[in-house]
């Protein structure tokens, strides 16, 4: 059963209830905000005992809606912001152009695909992958100013474009978000991992998250889908918008004030 429950905002575009969400639907029940600033959302996906993950990937505990939406997410983005882990571990691929989203982009001044950013302290990345050698618009690589000098010029040699974001060997959060905004990335979306998802909470810069609820239960020692430190006093978000099918709850909830 494909529903719109009814706790979702009413002046937000929503899918239409019992058939298949079209790209469009979602599209407008997604949309970014209106403003000149960056909006910084996450897309992850939790089981009902909390795991962000089965057999160290996310797929397993995904589905076809899900994978719509996440879609979608990516079709409005400027840039996808990910971890180097998630990128080891996912396999991530350069982001590609969508017919269903290119007139959409190009009344909106973006690209034909979203940029892919990869945060690394180290750079302990392979730079012969597809992400870095053939995308269709450049990778980014996010990194630190006491990152390994040959490990920036081997992602430059790539053709990844390389942003320092931090002092050190971190990356600061906020910082990241500036430089990235900076360039025109004002729209974005971070599929984690758990610890740079940890990072943006705890940081505060954290506009939307947006979190599929599979109906599962695998125990076990998973990550969560935020990770590291705690935060002080936890930062109170509100619920945008929610949509179901076959048990999966797809929810969205925004910063408290924005």
Known sequence: MRRLLPVTDPTTPAPAADREWTLEELAGAYAYPEGDGPWLRANMVSTLDGAA???????GISCAAD??????????????VVGAETVRLEGYRPARAREAFAA??????????????VVSAGLDLDFSLPLFVSPLVPTLVITG????????????????EVLFAGDGAAVEPARAVAELAARGHT??????GPRLLGQFVAAGVLDELCLTLSPLLTAGAAQRI???PAVVVPERFSLVSLLEESG???????KIGH
């Open 53 to 59: 993950q089965h057999d160290g990937r996310s797929q």
């Open 226 to 228: 935020a990770g590291g």
């Open 248 to 254: 999966f709850l797809f929810t969205r909830y925004g």
């Open 104 to 117: 959409r982009r190009a009344a909106a001044g973006q690209g034909p695909a979203p940029a892919v950013a």
């Open 187 to 192: 729209r974005l979306l971070t599929e984690g």
């Open 145 to 160: 100013t006491a990152a390994p000098g040959d490990r920036v010029r081997a992602a430059r040699e790539a053709g990844a």
């Open 67 to 80: 994978m719509r939406i996440f879609g979608t997410l990516r079709g409005l983005a400027d840039a996808v």
